[in-house]
């Protein structure tokens, strides 16, 4: 496994969460800037500052900056690469609430848009982004896409879509040596497929505990998945290119 020393990490999505989470962690593991991104400006700074006080905490020397971002948005997220410059590793943990419901009441129309964030935000991602050689993307869905609940059936769809295209980007962004995106390959592709992470910062903190530990004694591992269990996984190893990586604790056997 490889140390992330000297590395840019990027982490859209990283105002809270898993994002957040990534973010600490490749600082522990010695990147030495950090950049977070996500809509809400407040939910950026905020980050900003708690990454701050971690790295003095931590006695690390390293920076962290945040932009806002909203991945609905192609022209923005264009113009974020644009200015941010090259980078070693891409995290998308970003993502908006589900549409959820029974699907024959669904209205299909209003929901089109639920892929804009995910899918759509993450290819226009993969094609701007200036990452150097030995670098990785790293994309987010969830363990839907093996084990959908019923009223998920959408949300299951625009998940295999963005999981698919891990696939096409892994190769594509590898093998096409005319295009200028190959220039810096290779560039590893993957996505994470989490079951119930250890971070619910939405919830309070009781209700969270209580259903985490309810979690994870549901799985056959007994404990539920912190953010350094996957980092190692998708960022610092290496050899792995193409892969859904679920991350679940056998979430998707019980
Ligand atoms: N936590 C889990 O147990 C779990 C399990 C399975 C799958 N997942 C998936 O993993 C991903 C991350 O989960 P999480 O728990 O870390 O979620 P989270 O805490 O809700 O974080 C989502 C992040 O995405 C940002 N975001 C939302 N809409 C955005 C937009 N349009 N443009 C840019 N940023 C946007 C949010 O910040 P702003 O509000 O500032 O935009 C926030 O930083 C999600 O896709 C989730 O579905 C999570």
Not at 27 to 55: C, E, M, P, T, Y
Not at 122 to 140: D, E, F, R
Not at 207 to 224: F, G, P, S, T, Y
Request: aromatic share 6%; glycine share 10%.
């Amino acid at each position: 496994m490889s140390d992330l020393n000297g590395q840019t990490v990027v982490v859209i999505g990283g105002s809270s969460g898993i994002g957040f989470a990534v973010a600490t962690q490749s600082l522990r593991s010695h990147a030495s800037l950090v950049i977070i991104a996500s809509s809400s400006a407040q939910k950026v700074d905020n980050a900003v500052n708690g990454i701050q006080a971690f790295i003095q905490q931590s006695g690390l020397i390293a920076y962290v900056t945040g932009k806002v971002l909203n991945m609905k948005d192609s022209n923005q997220i264009r113009a974020f690469f644009s200015e941010i410059g090259q980078l070693d590793h891409l995290v998308i943990t970003s993502g908006d609430p589900p549409i959820l419901g029974p699907f024959k009441t669904l209205d299909l129309d209003q929901a089109r848009g639920s892929f804009d964030t995910r899918f759509w935000g993450a290819a226009v991602a993969a094609q701007s982004a200036q990452i150097k050689k030995g670098g990785s993307i790293v994309l987010t869905v969830g363990t839907v896409i093996k084990k959908p609940e019923p009223g998920w059936a959408l949300v299951t769809g625009q998940a295999g879509a963005t999981d698919s295209l891990t696939r096409g980007l892994s190769v594509d962004l590898v093998k096409r040596s005319m295009l200028r995106y190959s220039t810096l390959a290779p560039i590893r592709v993957n996505i994470i497929a989490p079951g119930y992470v250890s971070l619910w910062d939405t919830v309070p903190q009781d209700a969270r505990e209580k259903m985490l530990q309810e979690a994870a004694d549901k799985l056959l591992v007994k404990h539920v998945v912190s953010a350094d269990e996957m980092l190692v996984l998708c960022i610092r190893c290496g050899f792995i290119t193409g892969e859904t990586l679920h991350v679940n604790g056998g979430q998707t056997l019980i």
